[in-house]
């Protein structure tokens, strides 16, 4: 049976880099939130993401695949990580604030081993494992609070669907490993990114109508933002991540993110720092302390 992956040097940096990064989406989307809906932002995300891409792949010389089967399982890879949770998580921030989906979406790395421990015989899902799955969920339960469990009201609701989000997030990177691992990070990236731009166009052009480009400045920035430096830059690194650390442990980034959105979200948006928020969100942190293993390895080395 082969090895669990274990994440080097080389890509606990690309982990830090993408947390920052995406951190930083949370606090954008709320910004363009101001003045277009959760589903637009999302087709303009991933559409203005592509003609950097593209120009990086055309500079590289990279070919672009022939087979439909690649092409297909590009448009199922751009439906679970990006199409889907983008506009899950867009949609629960107009409900909720920045830093509570970036906590929530801190779950992601606990539903990410489950899946990948169920489907993927390199990652298999130990004691240890489930043991920091259960403290992770309790994490989950707490940062949504009893009360909004038991009400079902529609903050409750916003909160389920980052937490949705998460799941897909977590099916992507098992699709990635399981149909795309032969492929290159790049053209994955630019394949993922072309398949959600066309599952997005006719998705956002029926809910929400044509979209508006009479935007304040802010927006735009945002928006760009959001795409390029968010989108573009990202997916590249998220499929070196892939190759060298695998499917769970690419999905530990998501515990690095709260702090980054929660500080931009406290000092630039006004956002209050919820104390419950923050126990549950270090319950998920030590939940996947305990799935990665190694802070008990080395505690156990030294004892």
Known sequence: MAPDPKIDLTSAIFLMVLAMIWGSSFFLAAIALREMPPITITLFRVVLALPALALFIWIKGIAL?????????????????????????????TQITSGMASILNGATGVTGVIVAGLLLGDERLSARKLTGVIIGFFGVALTIGLDALRNFDIRSLAQLAVLLAGLSYSLAGVWAKLRLARQSSEMNALGMLLGSSVLMIPTALWMDGLPSFNLMMSTWSALLALSVLCTSVP???????????????????????????????????????QVAALVGFALIALGLAVVDGRLWELLHSRR
């Open 235 to 273: 997916s590249l690194l998220y499929f070196k991540i892939l190759k060298r650390a695998g499917s769970g442990n690419l999905m530990l980034v998501t515990l690095l993110i709260p702090p980054v959105a929660i500080g931009l979200g406290i000092t630039f948006l006004g956002e209050p720092l």
């Open 65 to 93: 695949p022939r087979s439909l089967t690649i092409w297909g399982a590009y448009l199922v890879m751009g439906a679970l990580n990006n199409a889907i949770p983008f506009s899950l998580i867009f949609w629960s921030q």
